[in-house]
């Protein structure tokens, strides 16, 4: 059985920093696209980055310049570096992993609070 397990969040005042951590495990193959998603009380759930299996990398624009997403394709490991974060990044951040079988793989996410 699969399993994504995210680690990292927390409650961080404006202007800190955190790193998100997204590890898979179990019988999983050929991952294309690893990413991270985020859903805010009451909002819709966005799509904040993603990094293909080639490093190729998209970020939602309101992260763009602040946040870096990169992977480790051995170890099936996805990280998030969050710079400079604003209260509207207040969410839950979701690991999302999609395989060249099109198979698809959440995590439980891992709650970030931006508050002073």
């Known amino acids: 059985q699969v399993q994504l397990v995210e680690s990292g969040g927390g409650l961080v005042q404006p202007g800190g920093s955190l790193r998100l951590s997204c590890s898979a495990s179990?019988?999983?193959?050929?991952?294309?696209?690893m990413d991270w998603y985020r859903q805010a009380p009451g909002k819709e759930r966005e799509l904040v980055a993603l990094?293909?299996?080639?490093?190729?990398?998209k970020y939602h624009d309101s992260v763009k310049g602040r946040f870096t997403i990169s992977r480790d394709n051995v170890k099936n490991t996805v990280w998030l570096q969050m710079n400079s974060l604003k209260p509207n990044d207040t969410a839950v951040y979701s690991c999302?992993?999609?395989?060249?079988?099109?198979?698809?793989?959440w995590g439980k996410g891992t709650p970030v609070s931006v508050s002073s």
């Open positions: 999302h992993v999609h395989t060249f079988y099109g198979m698809d793989y």
């Open positions: 179990g019988p999983i193959h050929s991952v294309q696209n």
């Open positions: 990094i293909t299996n080639t490093a190729m990398t």
